[in-house]
T-cell receptor
Framework: NAGVTQTPKFQVLKTGQSMTLQCAQD?????MSWYRQDPGMGLRLIHY???????DQGEVPNGYNVSRSTTEDFPLRLLSAAPSQTSVYFC??????????????FGPGTRLTVT | GQNIDQPTEMTATEGAIVQINCTYQ??????LFWYQQHAGEAPTFLSY????GLEEKGRFSAGLRRSTGYSSLLLKELQMKDSASYLC??????????????FGTGTRLQVTL
């Protein structure tokens, strides 16, 4: 199993550009989440999904969209990039059907810079 | 992190023992995780506690005291590779079978010779 994969690893955008961060998992996990990590702020939840076709907002959803058309994929779209979105983005998945601890498995991250 | 407090930085010597504390708001508590994160890498799971007591895994052990909203991560026989950030995260229900993880800001541990 590849686990959780994310592409790209690095990205530089200009203000106002849009792009999609890709996330895929091959563990058949129901739950998938997107976090951003900024210095001194910890990991903050952007959006999450509890299954295909179901998504919801986390703590910091503004400026981001998600969709979940399949169990495997959970892309994160930046609609119009702003410098405040410069961050490291982590995708994570978990499955409460197989683990009572709902341990989250994290992807390697995407380092995004918006100029 | 949202109402989760842990020290920002700690330093300890190779071979020693270090304890990293985490305090959290007790409302809606449904379990506590510890993750390790090396610089430039993704967090990796260390431990999960939902009941009071100690969970031991090799050189690492995690304790929980729910009544006071307190957890601690104990690292024994420190090695240089233990230099990393240690993230405390609280699990809270958010309706149905879903739950939500809220992370602390992490404790950066530096192990020195």
């Amino acid at each position: 199993n590849a686990g959780v994969t994310q592409t790209p690893k690095f990205q530089v955008l200009k203000t106002g550009q849009s792009m999609t961060l890709q996330c895929a998992q091959d563990m058949n996990h129901e739950y998938m989440s997107w976090y951003r990590q900024d210095p001194g702020m910890g990991l903050r939840l952007i959006h999450y999904s509890v299954g295909a076709g179901i998504t919801d907002q986390g703590e910091v959803p503004n400026g981001y969209n998600v969709s979940r058309s399949t169990t495997e994929d959970f892309p994160l779209r930046l609609l119009s990039a702003a410098p405040s979105q410069t961050s490291v983005y982590f995708c994570a998945s978990s499955d409460p059907r197989t683990s009572s601890s709902t341990e989250q498995y994290f992807g390697p991250g995407t380092r995004l810079t918006v100029t | 992190g949202q109402n989760i407090d842990q020290p920002t930085e700690m330093t300890a010597t190779e071979g020693a023992i270090v304890q990293i504390n985490c305090t959290y708001q007790t409302s809606g508590f449904n379990g506590l995780f510890w993750y390790q994160q090396h610089a430039g890498e993704a967090p990796t799971f260390l431990s999960y506690n939902v009941l009071d007591g100690l969970e031991e895994k090799g050189r690492f052990s995690a304790g929980l005291r729910r009544s006071t909203g307190y957890s601690s991560l104990l690292l024994k026989e420190l090695q240089m590779k233990d230099s990393a950030s240690y993230l405390c995260a609280v699990n809270r229900p958010r309706g149905g079978t879903a739950s939500k993880l809220t992370f602390g800001t992490g404790t950066r541990l530096q192990v020195t010779l």
